[in-house]
T-cell receptor, first 115, second 112 residues
Framework: DTGVSQNPRHKITKRGQNVTFRCDPI?????LYWYRQTLGQGPEFLTY????????KSRLLSDRFSAERPKGSFSTLEIQRTEQGDSAMYLC?????????????FGQGTRLTVV | SQQGEEDPQALSIQEGENATMNCSYK?????LQWYRQNSGRGLVHLIL?????REKHSGRLRVTLDTSKKSSSLLITASRAADTASYFC????????????FGKGTTLSVSS
């Protein structure tokens, strides 16, 4: 399967713990996006990478959130000191060029539950 | 913040009927896209319409775009139970088009 891969698919963590999610984009895609989606809502943009450079960050991305994309390949999203409000589906997407010109390919998401 | 707003929020129809969903947005765009999401899954791209296009077709899908009204519609003809899903419109993040901004979606339920 050469689609966007996200791991883990599900994560349950205790409040205050740190969690890290991984996204492997389609190999030739240089653009990578992270979104967060809560029940009944559309995906909310978190951050965007072009190759290894993080070019956009939403105001939603508090200082407890950090994302990296070393070497412009896979990406990780870390949430420190998790809160119950962080419970959501975290979606990763990639595209071969700017989102304005082409479709984005989404992974299946990582569902985070903070207890 | 969310750029697009879909209407209605929920739609229930019978198999074989047509389903129409609308999307309104706030600022000028370069293109508008529609995505489908089955329950608990990732999003799948359906169709992209550019700001200089008024109508586009793909199989049973028909999308229209009215930039003067800042609105778009998605029509699914001859719906099937497998069309049951949430449908989202997405527009450019900004003029640089670096990311897509999604609306809250329309949940479509097609019963047989």
């Amino acid at each position: 399967d050469t689609g966007v891969s996200q791991n883990p698919r599900h994560k349950i963590t205790k409040r205050g713990q740190n969690v890290t999610f991984r996204c492997d984009p389609i190999s030739e895609h240089n653009r990578l996006y992270w979104y967060r989606q809560t029940l009944g809502q559309g995906p909310e943009f978190l951050t965007y990478f072009q190759n290894e450079a993080q070019l956009e960050k939403s105001r939603l991305l508090s200082d407890r959130f950090s994302a990296e994309r070393p070497k412009g390949s896979f990406s990780t999203l870390e949430i420190q000191r998790t809160e119950q409000g962080d419970s959501a589906m975290y979606l990763c997407a990639s595209s071969p060029r700017a989102a304005m010109n082409t479709e984005a390919f989404f992974g299946q998401g990582t569902r985070l539950t903070v207890v | 913040s969310q750029q697009g707003e879909e209407d209605p929020q929920a739609l229930s129809i019978q198999e074989g009927e047509n389903a129409t969903m609308n999307c309104s947005y706030k600022t000028s765009i370069n293109n508008l896209q529609w995505y489908r999401q089955n329950s608990g899954r990732g999003l799948v791209h359906l169709i992209l319409i550019r700001s200089n296009e008024r109508e586009k077709h793909s199989g049973r899908l028909r999308v229209t775009l009215d930039t003067s009204k800042k609105s778009s519609s998605l029509l699914i003809t001859a719906s099937r139970a497998a069309d049951t899903a949430s449908y989202f419109c997405a527009t450019d993040f900004n003029q640089a088009g670096t990311a897509l901004i999604f609306g809250k979606g329309t949940t479509l339920s097609v019963s047989s």
